[in-house]
């Protein structure tokens, strides 16, 4: 189901709006995870329970579309479970772990993991310039890896800054195995379903350490609100703006507006007081940025207007966790 807009001012605003979400998402769950109001795994079931509620509120007001292929649901589970929960779950772990700054910059490189896993599983060509942005988006990803920024009380880990670029790995699998079925269904049906298993396997294993978490047990409401903005913006509504921007403004302005995340992301950040910037993170931001746009500027030059949509489209803007 395609959503008919029409006004370039409503695409730009929509993915102006989904840069703010995801971009946001990185100190306010940074917030949330330092001061221990959830660990992790509460943090994830949050997330999946805040977004399968949204999502199937939202798809009551829409027109409904029935699963056209039994077996679609075999990748709902699939992809509900590592596409958003496990990604969530590890970029949690990894946040905990590394700079507000650094994870900003590592998630960036989505699309150029994106592009290597196309590579690998259907031999899509890499060319000279496709393999000059994997480099240096590959490079700038390594500087931030193994010259640590720095959170006040705590420096970062390389642990910590590995599993931030697991879950920017696990969401690109995700774009890729989930190109087939993103064509059959509107985001909105799709992320209803997806988050509905993702919130099925997580249940079990979240609950219980949720009650526990201090969010339930002493929540203050600064606390509650930001556990609310990050429970129900950046995990469902950031997703839903993006088809509303692809289908009104072209993916090279979208992809733009991606290059905006790691720098919001870090001035909220300083402002907060949750990092300081190093030398070695305008560098690494420049790389990677640089990188992932020859990718996708490559891409969009060798592919015709029907292929690969979501490798092509929906990952020229990602969440950033």
């Known amino acids: 189901?395609?959503?008919?807009?029409?006004?370039?001012?409503?695409?730009?605003?929509?993915?102006?709006?989904?840069?703010?979400?995801?971009?946001?998402?990185?100190?306010?769950?940074?917030?949330?995870l330092d001061n221990k109001i959830l660990e992790p795994l509460p943090y994830t079931?949050?997330?999946?329970?805040?977004?399968?509620?949204?999502?199937?509120?939202?798809?009551?007001?829409v027109k409904q579309e029935p699963v056209s292929n039994k077996r679609d649901f075999l990748g709902f589970i699939l992809w509900g479970f590592l596409g958003l929960?496990?990604?969530?779950?590890?970029?949690?772990?990894?946040?905990?772990?590394?700079?507000?700054?650094d994870a900003s910059i590592i998630m960036t490189i989505t699309p150029v993991m994106v592009l290597i896993i196309s590579a690998i599983v259907f031999k899509e060509k890499i060319t000279s310039r496709k393999g000059i942005g994997i480099s240096l988006a590959m490079g700038g990803a390594l500087l931030v890896i193994l010259l640590m920024g720095h959170k006040p009380g705590k420096e970062s880990s390389v642990i910590g800054?590995?599993?931030?670029?697991?879950?920017?790995?696990i969401y690109a699998?995700?774009?890729?195995?989930?190109?087939?079925?993103?064509?059959?269904?509107?985001?909105?049906?799709?992320?209803?379903?997806?988050?509905?298993?993702?919130?099925?396997?997580?249940?079990?294993?979240?609950?219980?350490p949720f009650i526990e978490s201090d969010l339930v047990r002493h929540g203050d409401a600064t606390a509650i609100w930001?556990?609310?903005?990050?429970?129900?913006?950046?995990?469902?509504v950031g997703y839903l703006l993006l088809p509303i921007a692809m289908h009104s403004i072209?993916?090279?302005?979208?992809?733009?507006?991606?290059?905006?995340?790691?720098?919001?992301?870090?001035?909220v950040s300083i402002a907060m007081h949750q990092a300081h910037l190093q030398w070695n993170e305008p560098i690494a931001a420049v790389l990677v940025i640089t990188g992932v746009y020859l990718v996708n500027m490559s891409k969009k030059k060798n592919l015709t207007k029907d292929e690969n949509i979501v490798a092509t489209d929906e990952k020229d803007l990602t969440p950033n966790g």
């Open 45 to 61: 079931f949050v997330r999946v329970t805040g977004g399968m509620l949204f999502c199937w509120i939202c798809s009551f007001f």
């Open 250 to 267: 072209n993916t090279t302005v979208i992809s733009m507006y991606n290059y905006s995340i790691p720098i919001i992301a870090s001035a």
């Open 226 to 236: 930001i556990t609310t903005f990050i429970a129900i913006f950046p995990t469902a």
């Open 173 to 208: 699998l995700y774009l890729v195995f989930t190109r087939n079925i993103s064509q059959r269904y509107s985001s909105l049906i799709l992320l209803r379903w997806f988050f509905l298993f993702a919130f099925l396997c997580y249940f079990p294993f979240g609950i219980k």
């Open 85 to 101: 929960g496990t990604f969530f779950f590890l970029f949690a772990k990894g946040i905990e772990g590394t700079s507000p700054i």
């Open 161 to 169: 800054n590995i599993l931030v670029w697991g879950a920017a790995t």
């Open 1 to 32: 189901m395609k959503i008919n807009v029409q006004s370039k001012t409503v695409g730009h605003m929509a993915a102006l709006g989904a840069v703010i979400c995801f971009a946001l998402n990185i100190p306010a769950s940074s917030y949330i």
